[in-house]
């Protein structure tokens, strides 16, 4: 799913905080007792869950976000495609469900103090309901095609954003509260509200095309495959498996790749953001 090349991406709500290098010394993946219980984490984040020191991601692709403009830069920057499709989900969701308000992509290097507590880029890409932001360090798209074995394609990236953007939909519908009482595995709120998300990533993919402006051309079946490599890596059975060499169902917060996909392609394949109520399905794989 490329942006049309003369696209005018320039009012996409993204910005950049702090100035790359290493940014603020924090002392592990979260840098407050706040942030574990309010933010919506992307689940790509082994180093939070192993609490090791694993490397701190970094984008090598920086620019000035306001040079961000058309569709061309969107496709051939990483920043920039996260501003461009910031907009196009801002024009899809303002359609689809108006009660939400725009929310804003921060794209940070290191680590960010934001509302909801300090984190460093070790948590993975998240979304804040305090400040109702979005917040990713683009270097995670270098460890989600590398550590986590997606295929690399933008789609995956988009779908990144995407899943963000759900979440702040579940701000306003309320859905995001199931998320937050605690409990993890396999049928649990937490799994569904990501599950959801995923869902909600999948409806934006199919109307991207023809909804507000039309920034972006109907993706190709290879693009869909690289969002389904990138849903597949970030399930939970597939980190554990990779990172603890076993899978654990029992603590399972995102869901499993097979979920994940299957929720994705529901919202891709209905159109219908309306078709991903996981919250009320008997089953999580009721897809
Ligand atoms: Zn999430």
Request: proline share 3%; glycine share 14%.
């Amino acid at each position: 799913m490329t942006f049309r090349e003369n696209a005018n991406i320039g009012a996409g709500r993204a910005s950049r905080r702090g100035g790359g290098g290493g940014g603020m010394a924090v002392g592990g993946g979260l840098g407050a007792l706040l942030l574990a219980l309010v933010v919506m984490l992307f689940g790509g984040d082994p180093g939070a869950i192993l609490g090791g020191g694993q490397q701190t991601p970094s984008s090598a692709e920086n620019v000035d976000l306001a040079e961000c403009t058309s569709g061309a830069d969107a496709n051939e920057n990483r920043d920039c495609r996260v501003k461009g499709a910031m907009l196009s989900l801002e024009q899809y969701w303002t359609q689809t469900y108006e009660r939400a308000e725009p929310t804003q992509a921060i794209i940070f290097s290191g680590a960010v103090d934001t509302q909801c507590g300090q984190a460093s880029s070790q948590v993975g890409p998240f979304y804040c309901p305090v400040d109702e932001t979005i917040y990713l360090d683009t270097g995670f798209f270098d460890q989600l095609e590398g550590q986590l074995g997606a295929d690399g394609g933008t789609l995956g990236e988009m779908y990144v954003i995407a899943h963000e953007y759900g979440h702040h939909i579940q701000n306003y519908t309320g859905a995001l509260r199931a998320s937050q009482q605690g409990e993890q595995g396999p049928e649990s709120g937490a799994v569904r509200v990501e599950l959801q998300a995923d869902c909600f990533a999948g409806a934006w993919v199919a109307n991207a095309s023809t909804t507000g402006d039309q920034l972006l051309v109907a993706p190709t079946q290879e693009e869909i495959r690289s969002a389904l490599s990138a849903a597949a890596a970030v399930g939970d059975d597939s980190i554990q498996e990779r990172m603890q060499g076993q899978v654990t169902p029992h603590t399972w917060t995102h869901g499993s790749s097979e979920q994940r996909m299957g929720w994705f392609m529901r919202g891709y394949e209905s159109g219908e953001a309306n078709q991903c109520d996981v919250l009320n399905a008997a089953s999580v794989d009721d897809y």
